[in-house]
C-alpha cells in the first residue's frame, strides 16, 4: 500500500485528507491542550518564546495550532511554540484546528512538520530523520522526498548520529556547528578528535580551519598541537560592560583578538547601537 504523503506543510494537514474527516476551526481554552509526547524538537529558546509571546499579547494569535482529540482535551501536532507562548503571554484561549490522526501519523506529522522549519539544531534533525526511516521503514531516498530535501542532505545529517556523545551535545548547545562536526568524523575513534573539538570551541575555528587540520592529521604530519589558549582582558571586559551595560568578553588570540558583546533582543540591540553610535535603527 502506498504511503501517504504528508511533506506538504501547514496545508496538507488542514486538509480532509482521505479518511474523509473534516476538520474543525474552533477556539480552545489554552490550558486543555498537551503537548505531543513525540515531538522531536526538545529545545526551546527562552528568549525566542518571550519575543514571540509579547507579539501575541498585542496581537493575538494569527495562524492556529493543529490539535487532535485526546481524553478530555486536545493533543498538539502542529505548533508548540504558539501554544507555550501562548501560555507565557497568559492567553485562555487559543485558535485551533481539529482533526482525527492516529498514534502514528501523529509522529510522520510532528515529524515531518518540524523538519520543513530552520530552528531544528542539527541532532534533532538528524534524529527526526531516523526516527522517519525506522517507525514507517523509509529509505533515505523515501525521507527526502517526503521533507522535500535533495538525498545527500539526509545522508549527510543522519552522519552525525555516528559522532561521540560530546560532540553531539556541543552542537545541541552550538558550540560547533553541522559543519565543524562532519569534518570530526573523518578522526573517528582517534583521540585527537576530542582535541580538536576543544580547538574548535575554546578558538573559534572555522570550518575550513578544522578541514585543513585534520588533512594535517591524516597526512602523518604531527599531531595537533594545542594552541595556546586565547586569554581574556577582564580589566577592559569589565570597562566595555559598565559603559554599555551589557555582559562583554574580551580576547586576545594568537593572532587577532575579539570583543563578544551579549544582547538579549532586537530592542537590547538597538540600544547598543546607540550607546555605540548615537543613534539608533528604530530612531
Same mark, same amino acid.
Given at each position: 500500500?502506498?504511503?501517504?504523503?504528508?511533506?506538504?506543510?501547514?496545508?496538507?494537514?488542514?486538509?480532509?485528507?482521505?479518511?474523509?474527516?473534516?476538520?474543525?476551526?474552533?477556539?480552545?481554552?489554552?490550558?486543555?491542550?498537551?503537548?505531543?509526547?513525540?515531538?522531536?524538537?526538545? /529545545?526551546?529558546?527562552?528568549?525566542?518564546?518571550?519575543?514571540?509571546?509579547?507579539?501575541?499579547?498585542?496581537?493575538?494569535?494569527?495562524?492556529?495550532?493543529?490539535?487532535?482529540?485526546?481524553?478530555?482535551?486536545? #493533543?498538539? *501536532?502542529?505548533?508548540?511554540?504558539?501554544?507555550?507562548?501562548?501560555?507565557?503571554?497568559?492567553?485562555?484561549?487559543?485558535?485551533?484546528?481539529?482533526?482525527?490522526?492516529?498514534?502514528?501519523?501523529?509522529?510522520?506529522?510532528?515529524?515531518?512538520?518540524?523538519?520543513?522549519?530552520?530552528?531544528?539544531?542539527?541532532? #534533532?534533525?538528524?534524529?527526526?530523520?531516523?526516527?522517519?526511516?525506522?517507525?514507517?521503514?523509509?529509505?533515505?531516498?523515501?525521507?527526502?522526498?517526503?521533507?522535500?530535501?535533495?538525498?545527500?542532505?539526509?545522508?549527510?545529517?543522519?552522519?552525525?548520529?555516528?559522532?561521540?556523545?560530546?560532540?553531539?551535545?556541543?552542537?545541541?548547545?552550538?558550540?560547533?556547528?553541522?559543519?565543524?562536526?562532519?569534518?570530526?568524523?573523518?578522526?573517528?575513534?582517534?583521540?585527537?578528535?576530542? *582535541?580538536?573539538?576543544?580547538?574548535?570551541?575554546?578558538?573559534?575555528?572555522?570550518?575550513?580551519?578544522?578541514?585543513?587540520?585534520?588533512?594535517?592529521?591524516?597526512?602523518?604530519?604531527?599531531?595537533?598541537?594545542?594552541?595556546?589558549?586565547?586569554?581574556?582582558?577582564?580589566?577592559?571586559?569589565? /570597562?566595555?560592560?559598565?559603559?554599555?551595560?551589557?555582559?562583554?568578553?574580551?580576547?586576545?588570540?594568537?593572532?587577532?583578538?575579539?570583543?563578544?558583546?551579549?544582547?538579549?533582543?532586537?530592542?537590547? *540591540?538597538? /540600544?547598543? *547601537?546607540?550607546?555605540?553610535?548615537?543613534?539608533?535603527?528604530?530612531?
Amino acid at each position: 500500500m502506498a504511503k501517504k504523503g504528508l511533506g506538504k506543510g501547514l496545508g496538507a494537514l488542514i486538509s480532509s485528507g482521505e479518511t474523509g474527516d473534516q476538520p474543525r476551526h474552533e477556539t480552545i481554552p489554552v490550558d486543555s491542550i498537551v503537548p505531543n509526547p513525540l515531538q522531536p524538537r526538545r /529545545r526551546f529558546r527562552e528568549e525566542a518564546l518571550e519575543e514571540l509571546a509579547a507579539s501575541l499579547k498585542q496581537h493575538g494569535v494569527v495562524q492556529p495550532v493543529i490539535v487532535r482529540p485526546s481524553g478530555t482535551g486536545y #493533543e498538539l *501536532l502542529v505548533g508548540e511554540r504558539r501554544w507555550r507562548a501562548a501560555q507565557m503571554a497568559g492567553l485562555r484561549s487559543i485558535p485551533a484546528v481539529i482533526r482525527e490522526a492516529q498514534p502514528s501519523e501523529c509522529l510522520e506529522i510532528a515529524l515531518v512538520e518540524n523538519l520543513h522549519r530552520d530552528d531544528l539544531n542539527g541532532i #534533532e534533525e538528524a534524529t527526526a530523520y531516523r526516527q522517519l526511516m525506522e517507525e514507517f521503514g523509509l529509505s533515505q531516498d523515501d525521507v527526502s522526498q517526503k521533507v522535500g530535501k535533495n538525498r545527500s542532505t539526509v545522508a549527510n545529517s543522519l552522519r552525525l548520529l555516528q559522532l561521540p556523545v560530546e560532540v553531539q551535545a556541543a552542537i545541541v548547545a552550538e558550540e560547533i556547528s553541522p559543519g565543524h562536526a562532519r569534518a570530526l568524523l573523518v578522526l573517528q575513534g582517534n583521540p585527537q578528535q576530542a *582535541l580538536l573539538l576543544n580547538r574548535i570551541i575554546e578558538e573559534d575555528l572555522s570550518v575550513r580551519e578544522v578541514e585543513e587540520a585534520v588533512r594535517k592529521r591524516l597526512g602523518g604530519e604531527p599531531q595537533i598541537e594545542k594552541r595556546e589558549k586565547p586569554q581574556p582582558l577582564n580589566e577592559y571586559a569589565e /570597562r566595555f560592560a559598565a559603559s554599555l551595560k551589557a555582559k562583554v568578553k574580551v580576547i586576545r588570540g594568537k593572532r587577532k583578538g575579539k570583543i563578544i558583546i551579549e544582547f538579549k533582543n532586537e530592542k537590547d *540591540l538597538d /540600544r547598543l *547601537l546607540s550607546e555605540m553610535t548615537g543613534s539608533g535603527l528604530e530612531e
